[in-house]
């Protein structure tokens, strides 16, 4: 199990009871498409892919549209991201990206 956090995505092995401590890459959101691609982007858009279980990542590109509101890895290249101004698929595990539905934020962003 995996938690986002402020210095790192905190990792639990024993069903959430105990937590190591967020460390390396800072993520807003995590989903996992297949056992060797676990998906993370960052507050600020940029997408990340993990073959190890979140261990190790590497950056595959910025998700358009803003602040990152949502993802949802549907398998190991098909992913979606909900953003301040739509939502997002890609089919090619991230590098590209077409928006699918438009979406209006309001004064205060939400």
Request: net charge neutral.
């Amino acid at each position: 199990m995996l938690a986002t956090t402020e210095t790192g995505v905190a990792r639990s092995t024993d069903g959430g009871r105990t937590f190591v401590p967020g460390a390396g890459q800072v993520l807003a959101h995590v989903s996992w498409g297949a056992a060797d691609a676990l998906y993370g982007v960052s507050p600020d858009g940029v997408l990340f892919r993990s073959g190890d279980g979140g261990t190790a990542w590497t950056r595959i590109g910025a998700v358009p549209g803003g602040r990152p509101q949502a993802l949802t890895a549907v398998d190991g290249r098909r992913l979606f991201v909900a953003t301040q101004d739509g939502v997002y698929e890609s089919g090619d595990a991230g590098r590209a990206f077409v928006r699918r539905m438009e979406v209006a934020s309001g004064s205060d962003g939400h």
